[in-house]
């Protein structure tokens, strides 16, 4: 079955840069038209995209936090690693990955459980 | 301020019938973007609930039921039920955020 699971640091001060690492099983990353977004959800907030990585290495990212980004795959490792720079408070957020793939619409059709990251010195 | 407008809460009683709104532009739902909805249980990740607009995943109860009309997208839960609480979101596409995904703000369903 397909699973997809968060990892990286609970706790960052701010400025530093976080690494995010999403290891999924059940499905492979170089499927044509399998995609692999981050998204996160402040405390008591909406959901918030962040970034995504396509099978052919197709990158894109939110506009907003673009400058902050970077999204990168490991095939051979079934994992796909979110960088974010400068990080801030308002960055503390549960992230998540998720899959999507046309199949299912262009929607996120698995989930990993998130990821608590709190930013604070 | 979210790219689509749901709103903040709805509420009905156990058996009932509830719709949950997400309202876009003409840079989003407008233009032909289909609409996805998630539900998501406390203190859980979010759960595909209907996809393409009107498409069930398997497993997922026909209770659920959704629909996009113009700019517009609603969710349907008939036969209202206490574990239907939980936080529900849409999601689509904006052409003018270069095809970055966008979410609505979230609905709080209470099941009275």
């Given amino acids: 079955q397909v699973t997809l699971r968060e990892s990286g640091p609970a706790l ?3 400025t530093q840069t976080l690494t995010l690492t999403c290891t999924f099983s059940g499905f492979s990353l170089s499927t044509s038209g399998m995609c692999v977004s981050w998204i996160r959800q402040p405390p008591g907030k909406a959901l918030e995209w962040l970034a995504r990585i396509d099978w052919d290495d197709d990158k894109y990212y939110s506009t907003s936090l673009k400058t902050r980004l970077t999204i990168s795959k490991d095939t051979s490792k079934n994992q796909v690693v979110l960088t974010m720079t400068n990080m801030d408070p308002v960055d503390t957020a549960t992230y998540f ?10 929607s996120f059709d698995y989930w990993g459980q998130g990821t608590l990251v709190t930013v604070s010195s | 301020q979210s790219v689509l407008t749901q709103p903040p809460s709805v509420s009905g009683a156990p058996g009932q019938r509830v719709t949950i709104s997400c309202t876009g532009s003409s840079s989003n739902i407008g233009a032909n973007y289909d609409v996805h909805w998630y539900q998501q249980l406390p203190g859980t990740a979010p759960k595909l609930l209907i996809y393409a607009n009107s498409n069930r995943p398997s497993g997922v109860p026909d209770r659920f039921s959704g629909s996009k009309s113009g700019t517009s997208a609603s969710l349907a839960i008939t036969g209202l039920q206490a574990e239907d609480e939980a936080d529900y979101y849409c999601q689509s596409y904006d052409s003018s955020l270069s095809g970055s995904v966008v979410f609505g703000g979230g609905t709080k369903l209470t099941v009275l």
């Fill in chain 1, 12 to 14: 960052v001060k701010p």
């Fill in chain 1, 97 to 106: 990955c998720a899959r999507k793939y046309y199949a299912s619409g262009e």
